[in-house]
């Protein structure tokens, strides 16, 4: 069973700084997905990739398949970007989504 | 299209009473997910569907549990009798052509059982 883990497990941070959030996984997979969850509660997909890098507004997200390891990149944060963020993998024989447990960041003004 | 629909939004209700949530999936996603999101275990999967047909319920916690895809447009997760340990928020997701895709959440059901 594939092992997914990120990190941190929360973060703060000021408005416009850089912001990285790691993800590992531990068995090859097909995909990789970085979902962002509002306070409200709505999950919402970010990026879904195989590999390389996706870059949609101020969101970056890389892969490194041979490392098993994705980061999700946020430029000049702002405090609408408080989210968690969890990544989640796809592929094996169960073709379902396997969640990492999230990281919880807050940006202040 | 109006996205994935869930209901109820909300649903309180007394341990050992049957609840049913309900999903809707946008038309033409042929895959459809069942997730439940706790703060001790984050989200996981209970069961999905392809065309209609349960490919993996190694998810579902225990017979209390089951879920239904009657047709194309409909599907429904029901737990009979509910504990209060299966307070969560369910959320449904829909991909097309194939689980690599990319999954469309529903608002997700908060459930609460007293």
């Known amino acids: 069973k594939n092992e997914v883990e990120q990190s941190p497990q929360n973060l703060t941070a000021q408005e416009g700084e850089f912001i990285t959030i790691n993800c590992s996984y531990s068995?090859?997979?097909?995909?990789l997905h970085w979902l962002q969850q509002h306070p409200g509660g709505g999950i919402v997909s970010l990026f879904m990739?195989?590999?390389g890098k996706k870059k949609h507004g101020r969101l970056i997200a890389t892969i490194n398949i041979q490392e098993k390891h994705s980061s999700l990149h946020i430029t000049a944060s702002h405090p609408r970007d408080s989210a968690v963020y969890i990544c989640?993998?796809?592929?094996?024989?169960?073709?379902?989504?396997?969640f990492g447990k999230g990281t919880k960041l807050s940006v202040k003004p | 299209d109006a996205g994935v629909i869930q209901s109820p939004r909300h649903e309180v209700t007394e341990m050992g009473q049957e609840v049913t949530l309900r999903c809707k999936p946008i038309?033409?996603?042929?895959?459809l997910f069942w997730y439940r999101q706790t703060m001790m275990r984050g989200l996981e999967l209970l069961i999905y569907?392809?065309?209609?047909?349960?490919?993996?319920d190694s998810g579902m916690p225990e017979d209390r549990f089951s879920a239904k895809m009657p047709n194309a447009s409909f599907s429904t997760l029901k737990i009979q009798p509910s504990e209060p340990r299966d307070s969560a928020v369910y959320f449904c997701?829909?991909?097309?052509?194939?689980?690599?895709?990319?999954?469309?959440f529903g608002p997700g059901t908060r459930l609460t059982v007293l």
């Open positions: 989640a993998v796809s592929g094996g024989s169960q073709g379902n989504l396997i």
């Open positions: 068995v090859g997979i097909s995909a």
């Open positions: 990739l195989s590999s």
């Open positions: 038309s033409g996603h042929d895959y």
């Open positions: 569907f392809n065309n209609n047909v349960p490919i993996d």
């Open positions: 997701a829909g991909s097309s052509a194939s689980s690599y895709n990319e999954q469309f």
